[in-house]
């Protein structure tokens, strides 16, 4: 079993290792930029949080198409049925592309409406907006990639989406430098475009991901998948029960990923009601907080996998064995991550900015850092297993409890600051220790209500064989 597990989630670790390091790398573009036309690295750092946190807005509204077709697709792998595996990853494309058109029409009238919500300064909204409408003209490709790589992790491949994830994030890095802040060679200089050119990275890098997943897809799933596909077999994807199913299940799953943007958002835009500064840092945080989970996700996703796979096969002994060794792997990792933070959190950050104020700020928080993977990966390994299980509905009413949760504690505890907070105390620099407070609970929320749930919603279901949702 531990084979299993390790050949699907060390490729996929070895994919997500680069994606917070694109993250960290726009980040450290901006940073490094000229501030001279803004108030400070501060603002440039601030623009790309929050143009991020635009597309999270966005984006995550439609992480069904990866974690739906990712469980379905193992399902059908594990009932070897692999027609309804090609007319998932149909319906899925089909449906990004769809949604996609959709952003591309109401891309003005979202930016408008978000900046109604999201409080940061003129400045900050002004480098926003412009990486926002540069990048947005990726979402076909981002949408659609989305369903390739849950597809892929749904038939038992993380290389594919490794491979993926690779081109994706090395051309976004390098792109981005280089557009951003030009290069030299020989005896040849270019200057860059700047801001502008951190969103235009993403947007090369993101097409540059699809053609890659389309020629995986013909070397290795033509004959296998696909033999005998007609074009006319795509429309009655869209039909029949299956297509129900999952619309039912993805209803589930789009509340999930609106409490999860609630609680992003909140994290950022609560940081930036208290001034730049606190915003770079608190992005900086969040950033280091989810490097972690990019390792943990990988064998959240090879639990999602073998777990989809064992379900369809309906083997309840295998299933309690993947369940068992995905968590044994997945706490590893998190005290793992405890350490590196404990006796390496300066080090990271100055890798993340030369501003010293950002840096002197960001330490009085690294603490917190240091319990927030032992939770954390718990409760990305449980994700992993329930999606799988195509259990939507629990994991649907778990992050809507973390969701309060997290806004019940940060306002509660925003209270009994006030009350409590000596009258020469910095509030604000307070305040984001009560945020981070506030995230870690949502955090315990995740883990012990999935873990208290997961006889009853999961292995009591394989074992009498009915079907999970």
């Not at 290389?159 to 081109?167: A, E, G």
């Amino acid at each position: 079993m531990n084979k299993k597990i390790l050949d699907l989630a060390l490729p996929s670790i070895l994919a997500n290792i680069t994606v917070p390091l694109v993250g960290m790398v726009d980040i450290a573009v901006a940073g490094h930029l000229d501030p001279s036309s803004v108030a400070s690295a501060a603002t440039l750092i601030g623009g790309v949080a929050i143009g991020t946190m635009l597309f999270d807005l966005l984006y995550w509204n439609f992480g069904f198409l990866r974690v739906g077709t990712g469980g379905l697709t193992a399902q059908a792998f594990g009932r070897g049925d692999m027609k309804e595996s090609a007319s998932i990853l149909s319906r899925a494309v089909g449906i990004a592309l769809l949604c996609s058109l959709l952003l591309l029409a109401v891309q003005w009238l979202f930016v408008k409406a978000a900046f109604l919500v999201v409080d940061c300064t003129p400045e900050v909204r002004e480098l926003a907006s412009g990486y926002f409408y540069i990048r947005i003209w990726a979402s076909p490709a981002t949408l659609s990639l989305m369903a390739f790589k849950g597809w892929f992790i749904g038939m038992q491949d993380s290389i594919s989406p490794m491979v993926t994830d690779l081109v994706v994030n090395v051309v976004n890095t390098a792109a981005s430098i280089v557009l951003a802040l030009g290069f030299t060679a020989g005896g040849y200089s270019w200057e860059g475009i700047g801001f502008t050119g951190i969103a235009a990275g993403t947007v090369m890098a993101q097409y540059s991901g699809l053609l890659c997943a389309g020629i995986l897809l013909l070397v290795k799933y033509r004959r296998r998948v696909f033999q005998g596909w007609r074009p006319g077999d795509i429309f009655k994807a869209f039909g029949g029960a299956e297509m129900k199913r999952f619309f039912v299940m993805n209803t589930d799953l789009f509340i999930r990923s609106l409490c999860f943007i609630g609680i992003y958002i909140g994290f950022t835009t609560f940081s930036a009601h208290y001034g730049d500064l606190l915003l770079a840092s608190g992005t900086i945080l969040m950033k280091i907080m989810m490097l972690f989970s990019y390792f943990t996700d990988g064998f959240a996703y090879a639990g999602e996998a073998l777990t989809g796979r064992y379900i369809g096969a309906r083997d309840r002994d295998t299933l309690m064995k993947v369940v068992k060794f995905v968590f044994v792997w997945s706490l590893g990792i998190g005290v793992g991550f405890m350490f590196l933070y404990a006796f390496a959190g300066l080090p990271i950050l100055k890798v993340m900015t030369e501003d010293y104020q950002v840096i002197d700020m960001s330490l009085k928080y690294m603490p917190w850092m240091v319990l927030m993977p032992l939770l954390g990966c718990a409760a990305f390994a449980w994700d992993g297993i329930y999606i799988g299980a195509t259990a939507s509905r629990p994991i649907r009413n778990t992050m809507i409890a973390a969701a309060a949760g997290f806004f019940l504690t940060y306002f509660a505890g925003l209270g009994i600051l006030r009350a409590v907070a000596p009258p020469d105390a910095d509030s604000s620099v307070l305040a984001i220790h009560v945020l981070l407070a506030a995230y870690l609970i949502h955090l315990v929320i995740r883990t012990v209500y999935l873990t208290v749930r997961f006889r009853k919603d999961i292995a009591s279901r394989v074992a009498c064989g009915a079907p999970s949702r």
